[in-house]
């Protein structure tokens, strides 16, 4: 078969012929007509992930053909019996398993559901990791309820954009940030009351004139910014941070959020039953997922700069076959 | 009536002729036999809290007689209808309400509980405030499970103290820090499984060695020390944090918490319905609160200055009466 090859880091990947998958006992073999890019390839390409093997075959996001039915693959394996916690062992489709940059993926027969009937193959390529992510950040741990003010910093993101998507969908009302005005601008198109461009100074002020205050805070930077995250809540608030692009929180105190009983909630992935449970929350809503730009699998570098850039707004998707 | 008036800030309390409560609509005059010091009378009479009025009565723990019947009292004024987190306008018997040092306190009727038939004078008026705070933060927040591992920061403090009592009680595995070892040996004389003095270098890792890790954290301190806190959590573990007494926390980071899903909590007081499970709880498991000193109230200013320089292992209680 053809695959996206990852040879060693820093190594521009090659589509290239492959040694097919030999399906172990309880496993498929399903072929990707679409797969999806994540920030997780971008960072194994760069070497930034722990335990990264080559060749490796990278992708989490995958839709395809099983013996003539359509399918998307869940990317857990592994996750265990607890829902509120993965096990340690746990890791995802893309690396070290070989992913769905690839003619044929094989994958638990428990890992594959039924494509949505209303996605398209990019759109569906575009949901399970990021999808799941928002899923159970918005929902599981940070407990969203209808009518509640929700901040979704960084709309652009893959996973901000289904939480804007989901949150609305549950009757949120939603702000947004984003260093790109333009960005805003389409979020408050998708439904979103409001928005503050993080670089500008003030931004916390403007949301907090426009908003009043969150009962839910979505973050992936971490950063500066994190540190007005406390202000900007409610009493009882949740700050549900699913990433740290910008590192380090500076002056973080348990000043800001005892009195106020504000919950920081560390987010990643969903469990099996909440990726269940968001693809069916996906079709009872008829949610078409924002794709930024579809590119065949042999311009992949482009794509994964793109990605790099942060300059997408929403999912990048590849064409597997043509 | 006689009562601990704080006149100003920085000025030394006095026993003195106050004029008696005058209560309102659906208030009880409790005469308390014994009261009980929390930091937050040390901090009000610094000037450190917002809201204080002079002269004003101090106390928020108090025990007593009301017509006959011996009862303890509920410092909650006014917490709200939703038990997850306190109306803004809540506030704390003992500022700006008249609280428990003096010879007669006016509360609401549904404020006043019978005292648990197994405690004391001095153990009824020593376990209120920082009992409820023990439990909200370890069961309600922390969501403690038998056979999981606690860490309590600080212990000699009363919160942390009855932390220790509850999470014996519900069947946990318990290690402690403090500055002092006489208070860590203390404190494994109760049922402590081990600890760590975190003035000493490499505590944690001494803390890593002994536990393994732990599923919940107790701290009322941040600064330094919290930074250790993730890496000492097992994946899905809970930090509960009720007070800052150190301060900012140096270098947190998302990374630190997303990926093993760690929650921290903020924490403050109880609604009342955890404040009477606390009592049914103390009651079933027979728990008497940790006494550190009794005063009488006459010699009050010995009792701040011992609170304030951080020496005591448990409660410091007032007697009112002779």
Redesign the interface.
């Known amino acids: 078969m053809k695959a996206l090859v990852l040879k060693a880091k820093d190594v521009p990947l090659s589509w290239e012929d492959f040694p097919g998958p030999t399906p172990q006992a309880g496993e498929v073999v399903v072929e990707p007509q679409t797969a999806a890019l994540n920030h997780r390839d971008v960072w194994i390409t760069k070497g930034l992930y722990p335990g990264i093997v080559f060749p490796g075959i990278l992708g989490s996001d995958g839709a395809g053909m099983l013996a003539g039915r359509e399918v998307l693959i869940n990317p857990n394996i592994g996750w265990g019996p ?1 829902p ?5 062992s746990y890791s995802i489709l893309g690396m070290p398993k070989h992913g769905t940059m690839a003619e044929k993926v094989s994958v638990g027969e428990d890992r594959v559901h039924d494509k949505p009937p209303h996605l398209s193959w990019e759109e569906a390529a575009a949901l399970p990791l990021a999808g799941m992510t928002a899923y159970r950040a918005l929902f599981s ?1 940070g407990a969203l309820e209808a009518g509640e003010k929700v901040l979704i910093t960084g709309i652009g993101g893959g996973v901000a954009l289904f939480a804007l998507q989901f949150a609305l969908a549950a009757g949120a009302e939603v702000y947004v940030t984003s260093s790109s005005g333009g960005k805003i601008a389409r979020a408050m198109e998708m439904g979103a009351s409001g928005g503050a461009g993080y670089t500008q100074n003030g931004w916390e002020k403007e949301l907090a004139n426009q908003a009043g205050g969150f009962n839910l805070i979505l ?4 950063g500066a910014g ?1 540190s007005f995250f406390p202000k900007l809540c409610h ?2 608030a949740r700050i549900v ?4 692009s910008k ?3 500076p ?5 800001s ?12 992935m969903a469990s099996d039953e909440e990726f269940a449970e968001m693809l069916a929350f996906v079709s009872l809503h008829r949610i078409h997922p924002v794709i930024d730009s579809v590119y065949p699998i042999t311009r992949a570098e482009e794509a994964f700069e793109r990605l790099a850039r942060g300059e997408q707004f929403g999912k990048v998707v590849f064409r597997v076959r043509d």
Do not use: E, M
Not at 251 to 255: A, D, E, S, V
């Open positions: 607890n509120r916690v993965q096990k340690r741990r973050d992936s930077a971490g994190f009493y009882g941070s699913y990433g740290g590192g380090a929180v002056n973080f105190t348990p000043q959020i005892f009195w106020k009983q504000i919950s920081i909630l560390g987010s990643t």
